[in-house]
């Protein structure tokens, strides 16, 4: 793991809170030291804190987005605004955490996208939706890890998706929320469960986390003069459909 904020007090003690919890933490101070450090031994995930000097944690995370790196990010941040957390994951950060945070909400979140991202027999992980999704119904179809529904095709082992045939270019939640929802494609999936199977836990109901990753996939899907797929059912959730 790697650890990146300038405010020596909660970097040790982030620091050897991890390690107590079993993580080896290499922590470093800035952004500068950030991207060194992820370029010369790559991290299986990485906790950045979002004010730093020179190169702040969105610019690390928007550096090695660019460079197609998709190790996990859970941001660190003091700001509070919804504007604020859209930019992390605008970004391209996985999770955030606002300060001050309690350690153990640090762990269930690291342990939440460490699930989501850990291999299994060298295939990407199924999400915790695996043991327990409902069957799907006869509109999603699944052929040796090929899956479509509704127009769309991804192929999950090489994460690759489809719209006809335009390929999608999807960040990693992208692509597990889209496929919740073509594995589920006629059924309508609610908020808590479309939380826990993609983030491994209820952010609560004033969360815009759900909301910020659909418009995401919504903008990406809908084509102009293509039909939406994904519909709002208000109050109660999202479902993947052609009208």
């Excluded at 702040?56 to 928007?62: K, N, P």
């Excluded at 190790?71 to 955030?96: F, K």
């Excluded at 082992?157 to 073509?182: D, Y």
Aim: net charge negative; proline share 6%.
């Amino acid at each position: 793991m790697l650890l990146a904020e300038d405010d020596r007090a909660i970097r040790h003690a982030l620091e050897r809170a991890l390690t107590l919890e079993g993580y080896a933490v290499t922590a470093v101070a800035d952004g500068v030291e950030a991207l060194a450090q992820a370029h010369r031994t790559p991290p299986d995930i990485l906790v950045l804190d979002v004010m730093m000097p020179g190169i702040d944690g969105l610019q690390v995370c928007r550096v090695l987005r660019a460079e197609g790196d998709r190790t996990p990010i859970l941001m660190l941040t003091a700001l509070v605004e919804t504007a604020d957390r859209i930019a992390g994951l605008d970004a391209g950060a996985d999770d955030y955490v606002v300060k001050p945070f309690d350690v153990e909400e640090v762990f269930a979140r690291l342990r939440a996208l460490l699930r989501r991202t850990s291999p299994v027999n060298g295939a990407p992980a199924a999400g915790p939706e695996a043991a327990s999704a409902p069957a799907p119904v006869p509109v999603s179809r699944e052929v040796l890890g090929q899956i479509s529904a509704a127009g769309l095709h991804m192929d999950v082992q090489a994460r690759r998706a489809w719209r006809g045939q335009r390929e999608l270019e999807l960040t990693r939640t992208e692509f597990e929320l889209l496929e919740l929802l073509v594995r589920n494609a006629g059924i309508v999936l609610d908020h808590a469960t479309i939380y826990d199977r993609i983030w491994g836990y209820d952010f609560g109901p004033g969360s815009k986390n759900l909301a910020v990753y659909v418009g995401y996939l919504r903008r990406k899907l809908d084509g102009p003069g293509a039909p939406a797929l994904i519909h709002t059912v208000r109050g109660v959730g999202y479902v993947l459909r052609e009208d």
